[in-house]
């Protein structure tokens, strides 16, 4: 059931009656049901997954929280987390991972083993991860084991995030779930404001970007000397597309009166690649920080490594080697979780790589800036940043949108060998042709320009729709349906796309 679907609205719309009529003490079933009927539209053979990844969890949670309160070994702890995390990995593993591990080995080997083909289940990448999560939180004490297992199935397949997150803590989303959430316009309006912005990223900036970038990967040969367009048109359509996507699901779940964590805060105004992966889909980097980095930076090999750093490289290098290592692996992690491809590893390495870099350089650019007198502080120079890192992360994304490692390497090559920017003009805009493509770039361009004077207001401590929402009510009323109906005046006239990530 796609989000930009009737029926996922009138599904939406029923489960909000339905959640609000019911007392407040049973709420939190009204969701479990929901969130079961909305997985099993998807196809009831997905049901398996999403009940293995719960009751392992579920019961690897009760026995390290068990084993906790009658003092157990350490050791004997520490290998059952192993094996519970390995076994909540395991389903995601098989179903991701199996196919590609089959084909490497065969094209290293010569051998012609059968693949392994099955459909992938919804949103497992996303339920993994945030079990996972909690199941390593309650080995660190940092929460409480539930005991119900439905209130556990809640947290782990809450329909609005299944789909493409964010990927929920469990301390800070589970006891929301559970409340006894009344029903407030504020957050009605609030919800609904947020989720018709959500849509208007998507329908108007994301699908009309990505006409244009769908023809040119699609056909790199016939729009080569454009493929660096296309590029930035990607960058549109898939921050749009994400973004739009985490504003529909933050709404929705706004309407139950359930704050989700932000999932984006103006990635495009980062001014270092680090400073990006906190902006941009910050939950899964604020998963990979608490349950890979630092695990990682303090585990008894790290501290081995680093003492053997400091005495090979020095004090200052020798600290820094060791938080460079730590960061390609995260990023290797992050760039296999996009997907089974060599592209995605190139992907993750170029992104943890570019990072590292900076890190082992970090004394040699503040010496740079002093001898050119500059604190870092100037307008200019904070201008600078955020241009360098816009065109880093553009270029990046030629081995997230290409299909093979293969192809984005023939992208590359062809997007600095040839310049003929004009061929934009003869991409069909939809269902109404080239002759559209003019209105078609003006309404990207009006549409980015909007998006991002609202990022910077933000940026700056200014919420645009707190603003609206606080005006009086049959203004803002008025504001929000304008809103809405350019949406359909204004968007794409192409077929209509789910979002890029409900494919995780």
């Excluded at 309650?138 to 199935?153: G, L, M, P, Q």
């Excluded at 503040?366 to 940043?385: D, V």
């Excluded at 040839?418 to 078609?440: C, M, R």
Aim: some cysteine; proline content about 3%.
């Amino acid at each position: 059931m796609s989000l930009i679907s009737n029926a996922f609205i009138i599904f939406v719309l029923a489960a909000v009656v339905c959640y609000y009529l019911v007392p407040a003490k049973v709420r939190w079933i009204i969701l479990l049901i929901f969130s079961y009927i909305y997985y099993l539209a998807g196809g009831v053979r997905y049901l398996f997954f999403i009940l293995y990844s719960t009751i392992v969890v579920y019961l690897f949670g009760l026995a390290i929280d068990r084993m906790q309160q009658k003092n157990t070994e350490a050791k004997v702890q520490k290998r059952v987390i192993t094996f519970g995390v390995l076994l909540s990995f395991l389903m995601l593993g098989i179903v991701k991972y199996a196919g590609f591990f089959v084909d490497t080995f065969n094209s290293l080997s010569g051998l012609n083993i059968p693949g392994i083909k099955i459909l992938f289940p919804l949103g497992i990448s996303f339920y993994t991860f945030q079990s996972v999560g909690y199941l390593l939180d309650v080995y660190w004490r940092k929460a409480k084991a539930e005991t119900n297992i439905f209130k556990f199935a809640l947290f782990i397949s809450f329909f609005p995030q299944i789909m493409q997150g964010p990927i929920g803590n469990y301390n800070r989303l589970a006891p929301q779930l559970l409340n006894e959430n009344r029903f407030e316009w504020n957050n009605i309006a609030k919800g609904l404001t947020r989720i018709i912005w959500g849509f208007a990223k998507k329908i108007i900036i994301a699908d009309w970007a990505g006409i244009f970038a769908d023809a040119i990967w699609e056909n790199p040969d016939q729009y080569n000397g454009a493929v660096l367009l296309g590029l930035v048109f990607y960058g549109i359509q898939l921050y749009a597309d994400f973004s739009g996507g985490m504003d529909v699901v933050i709404g929705i779940g706004r309407l139950f009166g359930i704050e989700m964590d932000e999932n984006f805060r103006q990635p495009y105004l980062a001014i270092s690649m680090a400073d990006f992966w906190k902006r941009w889909h910050i939950t899964l980097g604020e998963w990979m920080m608490n349950y890979v980095f630092y695990p990682v930076s303090l585990s008894g090999w790290m501290v081995k490594f680093s003492g053997w750093s400091r005495k090979t490289f020095g004090k200052k290098m020798g600290r820094v080697v060791p938080i460079a290592l730590a960061d390609l692996i995260v990023f290797f992690l992050v760039g296999i979780w996009h997907g089974a491809s060599w592209k995605y590893v190139v992907y993750g390495l170029l992104n943890g790589g570019i990072i590292a870099f900076s890190e082992l350089m970090g004394g040699t650019y503040r010496n740079w800036k002093k001898a050119l007198h500059i604190s870092g502080k100037e307008t200019w120079y904070k201008l600078f940043q955020i241009v360098r890192t816009y065109i880093i992360v553009n270029l990046r994304w030629f081995y997230d949108r290409s299909d093979t490692l293969t192809e984005g390497n023939y992208l590359v090559k062809q997007a600095f060998t040839h310049f003929n920017w004009s061929q934009i003009l003869d991409i069909a805009a939809g269902s109404k042709g080239t002759e559209f493509v003019p209105y078609a770039l003006l309404i990207i361009a009006v549409g980015c320009i909007i998006m991002v004077t609202v990022g910077v207001l933000k940026e700056r401590g200014i919420d645009v729709f707190e603003k609206i929402l606080a005006l009086p009510v049959p203004v803002s009323a008025a504001i929000c349906i304008v809103l809405f109906l350019m949406i359909g005046l204004f968007g794409s006239t192409a077929a209509p796309k789910g979002f890029i990530y409900a494919q995780f």
